[in-house]
């Protein structure tokens, strides 16, 4: 590593103040270019996180993709090294989201309660389901209590209509494919 990140890393971390230049990355965090061989995650644009590269200079060696750099204010701007963790994915998920909160909705299919944690729950949704197929099996009802049935077709005939029309129709298409099945096996096609 070159004496100028070095400079940088050490005074960042004891002071805030930066040496280099610094960009803002696109989730509110210093980020700096990467040094000539840094062996660590460097992005398409050549930017490394600052955080990091604090924390690894300091632990003498490269973080792993398990392992998270957590700024204890909360303020990810604050890069001084009293402010920086070294943990796990999993603590560090543990940590902003300890428990999460368990709320009691109703299946709007079989009407049944059940519980899901609270930000499972999809406000953009009027209907809450049990399970995947009961989502389908309401939406299968709702379509075929709101379609529009035409008389005479296949359609209607799916749809529940048993009028003479639709049962016609349905049974002219079995007759064709009836006789287009015996051609087939009789080789005549």
Request: charged content about 25%; overall charge positive.
């Amino acid at each position: 590593m070159s004496d100028l990140i070095e400079q940088h890393i050490k005074s960042v971390s004891e002071t805030g103040i930066p040496i280099l230049n610094r960009k803002m990355g696109g989730d509110g965090r210093w980020m700096i270019y990467a040094p000539e061989g840094y062996q660590g995650t460097v992005y398409k644009s050549g930017l490394i996180y600052e955080h990091r590269i604090i924390m690894e200079y300091y632990i003498k060696k490269n973080l792993t993709f398990n392992e998270i750099v957590h700024h204890k204010d909360g303020n990810k701007l604050n890069n001084k090294l009293e402010n920086l963790e070294l943990m796990s994915r999993a603590e560090h998920t543990s940590h902003h989201d300890p428990e999460p909160e368990v709320v009691s909705i109703k299946c709007d299919f079989c009407g049944v309660l059940f519980q899901r944690n609270k930000n499972q729950t999809y406000k953009k949704y009027e209907h809450n389901f049990c399970s995947l197929s009961h989502s389908v099996k309401f939406q299968m009802r709702e379509m075929h209590r709101t379609a529009t049935i035409k008389h005479g077709t296949q359609s209607g005939y799916r749809h529940g209509c048993r009028c003479d029309l639709c049962k016609g129709y349905q049974n002219d298409r079995m007759r064709i494919y009836r006789k287009t099945k015996n051609k087939i096996k009789q080789g005549v096609v």
